[in-house]
């Protein structure tokens, strides 16, 4: 999983999928590809495949949308990616790149993204660490009952790390802050300072439909 922490060159502006720069792996003659996975709130996942060694330039070495124009053509999306948003990226083998590169500039404001759905992709849209007890917004963390919304933070080791968010207790120290979806061996959860890496993402899971809307707040970057 992929976290945009760049926006593209001029203010604002999100970085164009085939700006991406990796040893991408696309084998046009026998279709088989490296593959980008993008959450939309809406349709769901939208797909993206890499070609690779066709003859045609206009072809060759781009992301493509993983659907058919009418003239049996693949269609080349130029769909972007804001800072602040995420993308999987699906390896075909062990020969494609493990690494990428975003190329752009450092975003200089906070970062708000709507939270209209019980899943929404989330990226560092930063290029430091961010601490998941400073993300802000009127999260929802029902102590008294065990409702709370969560997160999910990939793990390329563990797999998905959870943490959930309390509210409502008469603690100061556990009240308002995130914790590590487990339990210390004198019964209490941990309040966990796992930071957000550049480049990483994660899920945010709402719970019912309270908050309306996540913050990461810019930070200062010398």
């Not at 797999?159 to 339990?183: H, N, Q």
């Amino acid at each position: 999983m992929i976290g945009m922490s760049f926006e593209g060159c001029g203010v604002g502006e999100s970085v164009p999928i085939n700006a991406l720069v990796g040893n991408f792996f696309g084998d046009a003659e026998n279709g088989f590809f490296d593959r980008l996975m993008i959450w939309d709130p809406t349709e769901g996942y939208r797909y993206y495949f890499f070609v690779d060694g066709t003859d045609e330039p206009t072809l060759d070495k781009k992301w493509f949308w993983d659907d058919i124009r009418s003239d049996g053509e693949p269609i080349k999306d130029s769909h972007i990616i804001a800072a602040g948003e995420a993308t999987w990226y699906v390896r075909f083998s062990l020969s494609s790149a493990t690494a990428v590169t975003v190329p752009g500039q450092v975003r200089t404001t906070d970062f708000t993204i709507p939270i209209g759905t019980a899943y929404t992709m989330v990226g560092n849209p930063f290029p430091v660490d961010i601490a998941i007890n400073n993300l802000q917004g009127d999260f929802y963390g029902d102590a008294e009952n065990g409702f709370f919304d969560r997160l999910m933070i990939w793990d390329f080791v563990e797999g998905y790390r959870y943490y959930f968010f309390v509210d409502g207790t008469d603690v100061p120290e556990l009240d308002k802050k995130w914790f590590w979806d487990d339990i210390r061996s004198d019964g209490e959860p941990i309040s966990d300072s796992h930071i957000i890496a550049p480049g990483e993402a994660f899920w945010f899971v709402r719970y019912g439909s309270h908050t309306k809307s996540l913050t990461v707040p810019a930070p200062v970057i010398d």
